[in-house]
T-cell receptor
Framework: DAGVIQSPRHEVTEMGQEVTLRCKPISGHDYLFWYRQTMMRGLELLIYFNNNVPIDDSGMPEDRFSAKMPNASFSTLKIQPSEPRDSAVYFC?????????????FGPGTRLLVL | KQEVTQIPAALSVPEGENLVLNCSFTDSAIYNLQWFRQDPGKGLTSLLLIQSSQREQTSGRLNASLDKSSGRSTLYIAASQPGDSATYLCAVLVNTGKLIFGQGTTLQVKP
């Protein structure tokens, strides 16, 4: 398996523009997570899905952020409008919950810079 | 509210040394604890996962321990190598399905 795939790897945009980040989880994994990493706040969970259904979105910073998972192999995280303080690395991760709770597999991240 | 703290924030050692990274958490109600490695500009790679009923896990030169009652975990790296240089993150899985991460320890192993 190719692992968790994220695109784009880097994104530079201007304040006010819409940004869409994409993620393809590992095939067969039924959990998908979106994280944000900054120097100030470290790694924070934004939202996670189970079987394509959002379970906990309490980490989503505000209404400008939205996430969807239309099917088991694709998810998006959208920021509209973007602001400079959204600059961060955004990670997607996936996992499978079997008899024991397994680890999460992380994608390479999308480095976002909002000017 | 669960909080995870890692000490030290940064560590520099000469090659060959044995070292210990520390992680503490405030709420003992966890499902598991994991140690991750993050290389610059890269994602996270899981190193060791300790279920809440376990006391330790080993993988090669790495050994992680878990003491739920005291809210502590340690990652022991034996015979460190320059290739071990990275940021090491500790995370606990809580009953909401969330992984709560520490801020990480950045390790530099000098040749």
């Amino acid at each position: 398996d190719a692992g968790v795939i994220q695109s784009p790897r880097h994104e530079v945009t201007e304040m006010g523009q819409e940004v869409t980040l994409r993620c393809k989880p590992i095939s067969g994994h039924d959990y998908l997570f979106w994280y944000r990493q900054t120097m100030m706040r470290g790694l924070e969970l934004l939202i996670y899905f189970n079987n394509n259904v959002p379970i906990d979105d309490s980490g989503m910073p505000e209404d400008r952020f939205s996430a969807k998972m239309p099917n088991a192999s694709f998810s998006t995280l959208k920021i509209q409008p973007s602001e400079p303080r959204d600059s961060a690395v955004y990670f997607c991760a996936s996992s499978w919950k079997g008899p024991t709770i397994e680890t999460q597999y992380f994608g390479p991240g999308t480095r976002l810079l909002v000017l | 509210k669960q909080e995870v703290t890692q000490i030290p924030a940064a560590l520099s050692v000469p090659e060959g040394e044995n070292l210990v990274l520390n992680c503490s958490f405030t709420d003992s109600a966890i499902y598991n604890l994991q140690w991750f490695r993050q290389d610059p500009g890269k994602g996270l790679t899981s190193l060791l996962l300790i279920q809440s009923s376990q006391r330790e896990q080993t993988s090669g030169r790495l050994n992680a321990s878990l003491d739920k009652s005291s809210g502590r975990s340690t990652l022991y790296i034996a015979a460190s190598q320059p290739g071990d240089s990275a940021t090491y993150l500790c995370a606990v899985l809580v009953n909401t399905g969330k992984l709560i991460f520490g801020q990480g320890t950045t390790l530099q192993v000098k040749p």
